[in-house]
């Protein structure tokens, strides 16, 4: 099965900033079937990032998903105060759809 | 607009089993796949299986063989995960959330549940 490693583990930045996070499989992930989700406290996942580089709909375009492989990032450039939380990246390529342990991204 | 709206808290004893409904609505049941995730307090997002409302096939992660059971009632839209032989490691969260579309890969969670606690205790 593929594991997905997230770094950091946290993140503190402040509002304004660029924030960059890094999600790396333990196997090339199959025709780069990579999401990235956000989870604030008491709510359910929300999409971010399909297929490593889409945006799903709704989805502001300060949020961008890049790589392929094994190395993806979810970058977001300049944080609004809603941007801080959890962020999981999951690959969908091969059963079992691992998600990685999440990167907290905390107001410094 | 596309809505899972699933079953509210349980608490359950150790070895006992607990059964979680997810209704969906707004789109056609039969249509796309139906993920189930777990999280527990304080912790990451674990991927549980996959069911195919439309022939009720399932992909089950090893772990949760033969202690897991999803199925689907299409009369009333609703999947249900059933999870037997409860431990206190079974305490979390439970999300539904809504696949590719049948025929296709299974594919991500685009839309999800509000969540289920399931508290195990003695």
């Known amino acids: 099965e593929i594991v997905l490693t997230q770094s950091p583990g946290t993140l503190s930045l402040s509002p304004g900033e660029g924030a960059t996070l890094s999600c790396r499989a333990s196997?090339?992930?199959?025709?780069?079937?990579l999401v990235w989700y956000q989870q604030k406290p008491g709510q359910a996942p929300r999409l971010l990032i399909y297929d490593a580089s889409s945006r799903a709909t709704g989805i502001p375009d300060r949020f961008s998903g890049s790589g392929s492989g094994t190395d993806f990032t979810l970058t977001i450039s300049r944080l609004e105060p809603e941007d801080f939380a959890v962020y999981y990246c999951q690959q969908y390529g091969i059963s079992p759809f691992n998600f990685g342990q999440g990167t907290k991204l905390e107001i410094k | 607009q596309v809505q899972l709206v699933q079953s509210g808290a349980e608490v359950k004893k150790p070895g006992a089993s607990v059964k979680v409904s997810c209704k969906a609505s707004?789109?056609?049941?039969?249509?796309?796949?139906v993920h189930w995730v777990r999280q527990a307090p304080g912790q990451g997002l674990e991927w549980m299986g996959v069911i195919n409302p439309s022939g009720g096939g399932t992909s089950y992660v090893q772990r949760f063989q033969g202690r897991v059971a999803m199925t689907r009632d299409t009369s009333t839209s609703t999947v249900y995960m059933e999870l037997s032989s409860l431990t206190s490691e079974d305490t979390g969260v439970y999300y539904c959330a809504r696949g590719g579309s049948v025929g296709g890969g299974w594919s991500f969670g685009d839309y999800w549940g509000q969540g289920t606690l399931v508290t195990v205790s003695p």
């Open positions: 707004g789109y056609t049941l039969t249509s796309y796949y």
């Open positions: 196997q090339s992930v199959s025709s780069n079937y």
